[in-house]
């Protein structure tokens, strides 16, 4: 079946230890994405990717990085830096890149819930 | 700004019910596409619709119906016969389809309505 597996399902975090989620696809999609889920503040864009080796800040890039080397695959660190980073993950990919990209549909993962200890 | 309100934050209906999610936007442009996303206690999020901003067309798809209206920057979800399964959190969703090249364009989410179905 195509899609996107988040691992792991839960996570749980250290102080001042990074930690890192995975995410990949197997849908052969252009643009990947991550986004932070609040209680009560909807969907946030942390990172996005249309492309291998590129990688564009969303709105709320600060403690946190990301990397494409692969077309399947687009991991989150959650850094130190990130002082709440207690929320729940959600990678999503596009089939279409550039302006296109935010006019299709997102196919998502099941997330992964963050907590720190 | 963009922007999109959903001013619904729960609601719980009894099944059978029938019930409408609201979803008022805010935008500039011309063009642009709106989605409805449903996010089950599963956590993932899954594609239910997408409109562009030319196609004023009601849609029908099983008990789910979508009214678009661009007169009040409206796109409702209207669930007929709402059963237990359709608990979930259901987002609705902005995209602006500016011709510019650019990547700073963007999703513009609500912040979710929580619906309940109660047997």
């Known amino acids: 079946d195509g899609g996107i597996t988040q691992s792991p399902k839960y996570l749980f975090r250290k102080e001042g230890q990074n930690v890192t989620l995975s995410c990949e696809q197997n849908?052969?999609?252009?643009?990947m994405y991550w986004y932070r889920q609040d209680p009560g503040q909807g969907l946030r864009l942390i990172y996005y990717?249309?492309?291998?080796?590129?990688?564009q800040k969303g709105d709320i890039a600060e403690g946190y990085s990301v990397s494409r080397e692969k077309k399947e695959s687009f991991p989150l660190t959650v850094t130190s830096a990130q002082k709440n980073p207690t929320a729940f993950y959600l990678c999503?990919?596009?089939?279409?890149?550039?302006?296109?990209?935010?006019?299709?549909?997102?196919?998502f993962g099941s997330g992964t819930q963050l907590s720190v200890l | 700004a963009q922007k999109v309100t959903q001013a619904q934050t729960e609601i719980s209906v009894v099944e059978k019910e029938d019930v409408t999610l609201d979803c008022v936007y805010e935008?500039?442009?011309?063009?642009?596409?709106l989605f409805w996303y449903k996010q089950p206690p599963s956590g993932e999020l899954v594609f239910l619709i997408r409109?562009?901003?030319?196609d004023e067309q009601n849609e029908i798809s099983g008990r789910y119906s979508w009214n678009f209206q661009k007169s009040t920057s409206s796109f409702n979800f209207t669930i007929t016969a709402s059963q237990v399964v359709d608990s979930a959190v259901y987002f609705c969703?902005?995209?602006?389809?500016?011709?510019?090249?650019?990547?700073?364009?963007?999703?513009?989410w609500g912040l979710g309505t929580s619906l309940a179905v109660n047997p």
């Open positions: 999503a990919s596009s089939p279409r890149t550039g302006s296109a990209a935010t006019n299709e549909k997102l196919f």
């Open positions: 969703a902005l995209s602006e389809a500016r011709g510019s090249a650019g990547n700073n364009r963007k999703l513009i």
């Open positions: 409109r562009n901003s030319f």
């Open positions: 935008t500039r442009d011309t063009t642009y596409y």
């Open positions: 990717s249309q492309i291998v080796n590129d990688f």
């Open positions: 849908l052969n999609h252009d643009a």
